[in-house]
């Protein structure tokens, strides 16, 4: 089973809508990531937490919220969608620097 | 503020060819340097990583990176590209303490017959 996975794998949605990506890990890291990978860009982070009870703002946050609901799991939300939010966004968590990525979530906003 | 460069976009190598792809960072303290694959519709792969000591550090898949600190680069090299080494490779730097990783922009790699 994989270490790290995201849920759902694709989706499609609509301007305005709100919506939640998952992510859960079973490696036992206390730290987890949520990026947004653009063509020509790269990774940008969005959000970050080293434990439960500690939530940061990355790069990128606007539009974004997260929520840390164990050490396992960290949800991303897009509250209100828009098409420039179309992306693919990846989930990881760290040991000593190392990240460790889920298979990401492809997300289209109409 | 830290940063990395990928100056190639795309690179297109022939099978059995030797590969090097660029890297350049800037971090004002010593860094931790990092190269990822991403292969087609998958999640983003360690290859290798350096932290300190031995500049020239090797990697999964025949990989290895050289880092030069008076050129801040990483470059990642390989002496003879497989098929399956396309990809998207992608340079990272973070640091002790600052546990937040930067990427480059990724470079694309073609491999042709």
């Known amino acids: 089973d994989a270490d790290v996975t995201q849920t759902p794998r694709n989706r499609i949605t609509k301007t305005g809508k709100r919506i939640m990506l998952e992510c859960s890990q079973t490696?036992?890291?206390?730290?987890m990531y949520w990026y947004r990978q653009d063509p020509g860009l790269g990774l940008r982070l969005i959000y970050y937490?080293?434990?439960?009870?500690?939530?940061n703002k990355g790069e990128i946050s606007d539009g974004y919220s997260v929520s840390r609901q164990a050490q396992a799991k960290f949800s991303l939300s897009l509250e209100s969608a828009i098409p420039n939010q179309t992306a693919l966004y990846f989930c990881?968590?760290?040991?000593?620097?190392?990240?460790?990525f889920g298979p990401g979530t492809r997300l289209l906003v109409l | 503020a830290q940063s990395v460069t990928q100056p190639d976009i795309h690179i297109t190598v022939s099978e059995g060819a030797s590969l090097e792809l660029r890297c350049n960072y800037s971090?004002?303290?010593?860094?931790?340097l990092f190269w990822y694959v991403q292969s087609p519709g998958q999640g983003l792969q360690l290859l290798l990583k350096?932290?300190?000591?031995?500049?020239l550090v090797q990697g999964i898949k025949g990989f290895e990176a050289e880092f030069k600190r008076s050129q801040s680069s990483f470059n990642l090299r390989k002496p003879s590209v497989h098929w399956s080494d396309a990809a998207e490779y992608f340079c990272?730097?973070?640091?002790?303490?600052?546990?937040?990783?930067?990427f480059g922009t990724g470079t694309r790699l073609t491999i042709i017959p």
């Open positions: 350096y932290f300190s000591g031995d500049t």
């Open positions: 490696k036992g890291h206390d730290r």
């Open positions: 990881a968590t760290s040991d000593l620097l190392i990240l460790y």
């Open positions: 971090y004002g303290a010593t860094p931790y």
């Open positions: 937490s080293f434990d439960v009870k500690d939530i």
């Open positions: 990272a730097v973070g640091a002790r303490g600052n546990e937040k990783l930067t």
